[in-house]
């Protein structure tokens, strides 16, 4: 299956159970101004989840353009991405636990046919306000037994506190903010199996495993949120009026699980763009772990820049025009682990993929691909000609202290960031303390001129 053939299986496989299908909204929230992007299909929801009618209606199914810019770090292993299609059906006051639950495993298995064994489920082990969520417990139960599997907790159904399994926008019941939404979550982890943990280089092989080990063998698919709680003043959770179920699945995951390939850049949600730049930098995917990284940053990178420019952000300094310059700045910066450095515009030659990639359920990207092109092609050569006097001056440095890094920010236009990675690559840390006060006087020094 293809990533278009599973998106539109989910959305057939809801709309069938009586859901309205909702376009994606636009990565930019159009009335939130407390966040840059939409980063879950929840988002554009909240005042339906907080009691608002929708018009249409109580069961709703999507799949949203999202982007989580926490994760740019991350981005380089086999499953983080920056901009991602999170699969989502919500239940506002309708159905709950054990319609949701039971809807997930079908489509799971006999849909997508994911085969249950390579399925483990979490639950939420509850704390002094919230009960410990039998009921989710004793539906899965149920169903890995409809498929001759006996669940037992611990090897198959696993417990977890809230840091793993509660879900608001901003995490824990603790830093959910006031008004704020959120609820105990069961998530769905597909295995790819146990050599991933146990192999001889494997930093984990000498502790257990379970779903939210990070070795990589198991791969969050789904996370079903039965969003029944809201934030209130005093800092303690009430119940809504209605209870919701709020579901999750990236898509580019399930991509991964349900053609089992361990990477999600190897799946068609990425392999364009990969091939694109193995042409460009004539080097095959996976030859070693630098070039398989830099890509992986690389594909990541600018297919979250060519649908942010789709959905009208432009480069800047700040905002989500920061964001999309931090990016394309990125991508061209690890472009040097390919050996293409040097070569500004290649960037340019990746919207097109991207743009073919999603011809059909975002036609807007392909109708705006030379405008889009132009921009990345623009940054990146701007950008580029800087960098490269940066680097020469940084090459002349023994080490980059807070106040040089400073220097190369107003110079070179160097983000705090690209030095800070830069001076690790030579195993070096700069001091981020001393870059902020230079950047503070800086700023004083421009607001007394201005005065
Ligand atoms: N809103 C559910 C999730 O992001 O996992």
Same mark, same amino acid.
């Given at each position: 299956?293809?990533?278009?053939?599973? /998106?539109?299986?989910?959305?057939?496989?809801?709309?069938?159970?009586?859901?309205?299908?909702?376009?994606?909204?636009?990565?930019?929230?159009?009335?939130?101004?407390?966040?840059?992007?939409?980063?879950?299909?929840?988002q554009?929801?909240?005042?339906?989840?907080?009691?608002q009618a929708?018009?249409?209606?109580? /069961?709703?199914?999507?799949?949203?353009?999202?982007?989580?810019?926490?994760?740019?770090?991350?981005?380089?292993?086999?499953?983080?991405?920056?901009?991602?299609?999170?699969?989502?059906?919500?239940?506002?006051? @309708?159905?709950?636990?054990?319609?949701?639950?039971?809807?997930?495993?079908?489509?799971?298995?006999?849909?997508?046919g994911?085969?249950?064994?390579?399925?483990?489920?979490?639950?939420?082990?509850?704390?002094?306000?919230?009960?410990?969520?039998?009921e989710?417990?004793?539906?899965?139960?149920?169903?890995?037994?409809?498929?001759?599997?006996?669940?037992?907790?611990?090897?198959?159904?696993?417990?977890?506190?809230?840091?793993?399994?509660?879900?608001?926008?901003?995490?824990?019941?603790?830093?959910m903010?006031?008004?704020e939404?959120?609820?105990?979550d069961?998530?769905? *982890?597909?295995?790819?199996?146990?050599?991933?943990?146990?192999?001889?280089?494997?930093?984990?092989?000498q502790?257990?495993?379970?779903?939210?080990?990070?070795?990589?063998?198991?791969?969050?698919?789904?996370?079903?949120?039965?969003?029944?709680?809201?934030?209130?003043?005093?800092?303690?959770?009430?119940?809504?009026?209605?209870?919701?179920?709020?579901?999750?699945?990236?898509?580019?995951?399930?991509?991964?699980?349900?053609?089992?390939?361990?990477?999600?850049?190897?799946?068609? &949600?990425?392999? &364009?763009?990969?091939?694109?730049?193995?042409?460009?930098?004539?080097?095959?995917?996976?030859?070693?772990?630098?070039?398989?990284?830099?890509?992986?940053?690389?594909? @990541?990178?600018?297919?979250?820049?060519?649908?942010?420019?789709?959905?009208?952000?432009?480069? &800047?300094?700040?905002?989500?025009?920061?964001?999309?310059? /931090?990016?394309?700045r990125?991508?061209?910066?690890?472009?040097?682990?390919?050996?293409?450095?040097?070569?500004?515009?290649?960037?340019?030659?990746?919207?097109?993929?991207?743009?073919?990639?999603?011809?059909?359920?975002?036609?807007?990207?392909?109708?705006?691909?030379?405008?889009?092109?132009?921009?990345?092609?623009?940054?990146?050569?701007?950008?580029?000609?800087?960098?490269?006097?940066?680097?020469?001056?940084?090459?002349?440095?023994?080490?980059?202290?807070?106040?040089?890094? *400073?220097?190369?920010?107003?110079?070179?236009? *160097?983000?705090?960031?690209?030095?800070?990675e830069?001076?690790?690559?030579?195993?070096?840390?700069?001091?981020?303390?001393?870059?902020?006060?230079?950047?503070?006087?800086?700023?004083?020094? &421009?607001?007394?001129?201005?005065?």
């Amino acid at each position: 299956m293809t990533a278009n053939d599973i /998106r539109s299986s989910y959305i057939s496989f809801f709309q069938n159970h009586g859901h309205a299908v909702i376009p994606s909204a636009p990565l930019v929230p159009e009335n939130d101004p407390t966040t840059l992007f939409n980063s879950a299909g929840m988002q554009p929801l909240i005042p339906y989840l907080l009691g608002q009618a929708h018009p249409l209606g109580k /069961r709703l199914v999507n799949s949203q353009k999202s982007f989580r810019s926490q994760d740019i770090e991350e981005v380089g292993d086999n499953r983080h991405q920056t901009f991602f299609e999170m699969l989502g059906n919500w239940s506002l006051g @309708d159905y709950f636990k054990k319609e949701q639950l039971p809807w997930v495993f079908e489509f799971f298995t006999k849909y997508l046919g994911l085969d249950p064994k390579h399925l483990f489920v979490t639950v939420f082990e509850g704390n002094d306000t919230v009960p410990k969520d039998e009921e989710s417990i004793a539906i899965w139960k149920e169903l890995f037994s409809s498929e001759g599997i006996d669940a037992k907790i611990g090897e198959r159904i696993f417990t977890y506190p809230a840091r793993k399994n509660w879900w608001s926008r901003s995490g824990e019941p603790d830093h959910m903010a006031l008004g704020e939404p959120g609820g105990p979550d069961s998530e769905v *982890f597909y295995d790819f199996g146990e050599e991933l943990h146990l192999h001889e280089h494997s930093p984990w092989a000498q502790e257990p495993c379970h779903p939210n080990c990070d070795c990589g063998r198991f791969l969050e698919i789904g996370n079903s949120v039965f969003m029944q709680y809201k934030k209130t003043e005093n800092g303690s959770l009430v119940e809504l009026p209605q209870k919701n179920v709020d579901f999750g699945g990236g898509l580019e995951r399930l991509n991964a699980a349900v053609n089992n390939i361990r990477d999600v850049f190897q799946t068609d &949600s990425f392999s &364009s763009i990969v091939h694109e730049l193995e042409e460009t930098a004539r080097t095959e995917y996976g030859t070693d772990a630098k070039s398989t990284r830099a890509m992986r940053i690389i594909a @990541d990178h600018m297919r979250a820049s060519v649908m942010m420019i789709a959905d009208g952000v432009l480069p &800047s300094n700040k905002t989500q025009g920061y964001v999309l310059r /931090r990016l394309i700045r990125r991508a061209l910066l690890y472009g040097r682990d390919l050996g293409v450095w040097g070569n500004w515009e290649y960037l340019g030659g990746l919207v097109a993929p991207v743009a073919r990639m999603y011809a059909d359920v975002y036609p807007t990207v392909q109708k705006q691909q030379d405008m889009i092109e132009d921009v990345v092609k623009d940054e990146a050569k701007r950008f580029g000609k800087s960098v490269e006097k940066g680097l020469r001056e940084i090459e002349k440095l023994p080490a980059v202290d807070g106040k040089q890094a *400073f220097i190369l920010y107003e110079t070179y236009g *160097f983000p705090w960031e690209l030095t800070e990675e830069i001076a690790r690559g030579r195993g070096q840390d700069v001091n981020r303390h001393q870059f902020e006060e230079e950047f503070k006087k800086h700023q004083e020094l &421009s607001r007394t001129a201005a005065a």
